[in-house]
């Protein structure tokens, strides 16, 4: 079976562009309650089953759903996030806010797990933000120390981190040149934002985000991935991947 950690939907990190006027540009989360946000998550993979490559995708829902407070009595936004094959009426939030300084993360509510995909043995969590979701709680889980996704003001080779994440790992993030990319909803110029996962064990990757005025609009993870047999024999190594694509968005 396959022994990687599914991403989660760490891709959906929603800013607006503000301004460009000087060497440095800004960026805001366009929380306005209704925008809504649509895309295609892929997931290329080795099935052990057929014995080949295979492709799985799947419809992804977000919307600012509406406003929230934290126990610190500070004001945010939730944002309800769906999967198309996710049993109706269970959905997953994640609790966000615009300070002056940046968008963060404030909590999660993690309340619907995928079916293994067919070939693994995967039944992944997924959060709209970064991988390794962990929720036995009931209700919201809040973080101790707000998690930073993005500067509001930031320059190419701006750095930053979130450390001691669920005391396992960390993440470190570097904004790195613009690019011209292509997805679903069109042709689109983004900042591309790197982060490198650091964990306690050796299993230590890298993912990409990109961003545009619409929020964001691509995710990008890939790894030569070790895929075992029922026996526990190595069958081989292959390139897997993982990726979010922007397929529509309305902001309100």
Not at 8 to 21: K, P, R
Request: proline share 6%.
């Amino acid at each position: 079976m396959i022994i990687i950690r599914r991403l989660s939907l760490l891709l959906v990190i929603a800013f607006a562009l503000l301004s460009c006027g000087s060497d440095k540009e800004h960026y805001r989360f366009p929380l306005d309650i209704g925008s809504t946000w649509t895309y295609r998550y892929n997931y290329s993979y080795y099935d052990t089953n057929t014995q080949q490559m295979e492709l799985y995708t799947e419809i992804f829902d977000m919307v600012a759903d509406s406003y929230s407070t934290s126990p610190d009595g500070e004001q945010c936004i939730r944002l309800k996030a769906h999967y198309a094959d996710q049993p109706l009426g269970q959905y997953d939030y994640t609790y966000v806010v615009n300070r002056p300084d940046g968008f963060y993360e404030l909590g999660y509510d993690c309340n619907y797990f995928f079916v293994p995909i067919k070939g693994t043995n995967q039944p992944f969590p997924h959060n709209p933000f970064h991988p390794f979701v962990k929720d036995d709680t009931e209700g919201p889980l809040w973080y101790s120390e707000p998690r930073l996704m993005m500067p509001f003001e930031f320059e190419e080779g701006t750095t930053w981190n979130n450390t001691n994440i669920d005391g396992e790992y960390s993440m470190s993030y570097t904004i790195l040149p613009k690019e011209h990319i292509t997805v679903p909803a069109g042709n689109v110029y983004a900042v591309k934002r790197k982060c490198d996962v650091i964990g306690q064990d050796t299993f230590n990757w890298s993912y990409l985000n990109y961003f545009s005025s619409t929020g964001p609009v691509k995710f990008y993870f890939e790894t030569m991935a070790d895929y075992f047999g029922e026996a526990g024999n190595l069958i081989g190594r292959y390139l897997t991947t993982e990726s979010m694509e922007l397929v529509s968005f309305n902001h309100k």
